[in-house]
């Protein structure tokens, strides 16, 4: 899938849902290593990987924005506690300062760009071990994640059908 072929998809679902999607890109590059080439080579990761966003709208270059001196291995621990302690649903008062952390990293960055761009949907594509991440439960000091956005998560871009279907008249099986 190239960038044209996706922002042409998130232009499609915008125009067929009203939602204006951003997808966001959470990886881990060593240092040094330019984000494009390093998806494409051999390289293993590392526990000092720098961790990496990459936001792509329909309207706009993609955003890139370098987490200086976050790790993976800081990232891992940080999410590690979160999950184990939202699964084994513990007090909000355990997991929050984990939701804050997370959301720092993950959504202060560019949320200059999400507001300019007036972005209400946010799908999100994780680098593997970060998968499991309750993102929808991730805070701001003031508030949850889902409270301004819907939020999703794709393994990828290139295992996932993105065209647009509407689901209102569709039966449920649950």
Do not use: C
Request: no cysteine.
């Amino acid at each position: 899938v190239n960038l044209p072929q996706v922002k042409q998809n998130l232009k499609s679902v915008e125009e067929s849902t009203g939602a204006k999607p951003a997808l966001i890109y959470v990886a881990f590059f060593p240092t040094g290593v330019d984000a494009i080439q390093g998806r494409n080579s051999n390289i293993l990761p590392q526990v000092d990987d720098q961790l990496e966003l990459i936001v792509i709208t329909a309207a706009g270059e993609p955003i890139r924005k370098q987490i200086k001196g976050v790790t993976r291995a800081d990232v891992d621990l940080v999410a590690r506690r979160f999950s184990d302690s939202i699964f084994y649903e513990q007090p909000e008062t355990l997991f929050l300062p984990q939701a804050q952390q997370l959301h720092k990293w993950f959504i202060e960055p560019i949320q200059g760009q999400l507001d300019t761009q007036e972005i209400d949907n946010l799908v999100f594509l994780m680098d593997s071990g970060l998968r499991t991440i309750p993102l929808a439960a991730l805070h701001d000091g003031e508030k949850y994640l889902i409270e301004d956005y819907s939020v999703g998560l794709m393994p990828s871009l290139s295992l996932t059908d993105t065209r647009y279907q509407d689901i209102k008249d569709l039966g449920l099986l649950a």
